[in-house]
């Protein structure tokens, strides 16, 4: 049964690789944070709020990019925890779970377990926007944001990497 469940990971993040490209100048600058514009987005929490990465101005925010059919997404959440745990003292920061779920109860029951690490959000049909605008192909995915809403670490490190934390302070330190 683990067998199967790991190859249908890695076939379902496989099959997540297949990320848009921008068309025009207007989407790339919709999308692109090198320009220093901040970016937005309206996603679902798990109670059916609409929440907006505007609501978040003033805070530094750290995107994970998952979904409960990802192992290796559920193998990064008690790094993940470990890592709000450290900076649970620094109230300039929030953690946000993005899911890529299709499944809205597949994703509630996996994201109730999580719900104490930060606000959870879905996806749904904003998806592909999303790979778009944060460049990814692959989950788990993890992204910076600061505190003007700027992407700053597009491809920022997993809460289990070396240094991970040490970065996040520096960038934090940087923000204003």
């Known amino acids: 049964m683990k ?11 496989l099959s997540f690789k ?3 490209s921008l068309s025009s100048y207007k989407d790339a600058k919709m999308f692109n944070s090198r320009s220093g514009d901040p970016v937005d987005f ?7 709020k609409i929440v907006s ?6 805070k530094f925010v750290v995107i994970d990019f998952w979904a409960s059919w990802c192992i290796p997404c559920r193998e990064e959440m ?10 649970s003292g620094n109230d300039k920061v929030v953690f946000l779970f993005i899911s890529f779920d299709q499944d809205d109860d597949a994703w509630k029951k996996v994201a109730k377990k999580y719900a104490d690490n930060g606000p959870q959000l879905i996806a749904g049909d904003k998806n592909e926007d999303l790979k778009a605008m944060f460049n990814m192909d692959e ?18 490190p997993r ?3 070396f240094g991970t934390k040490a970065t996040l ?3 934090l330190m940087t923000d204003n």
Not at 3 to 13: C, N, W
């Open 53 to 58: 990465l505007s609501d978040f101005r003033g």
């Open 139 to 156: 989950i788990p995915h993890f992204a910076w944001i600061n505190s003007k809403g700027v992407i700053v670490k597009m491809d920022a």
């Open 78 to 87: 008690p790094a993940a925890e470990k890592l709000i745990n450290d900076m």
């Open 42 to 48: 309206k996603l679902k929490d798990i109670n059916g």
């Open 159 to 161: 809460p289990s990497e």
């Open 18 to 20: 297949s990320a848009p």
């Open 169 to 171: 302070k520096a960038y």
């Open 3 to 13: 067998k199967l469940l790991f190859f249908l990971g890695i076939v379902a993040a």
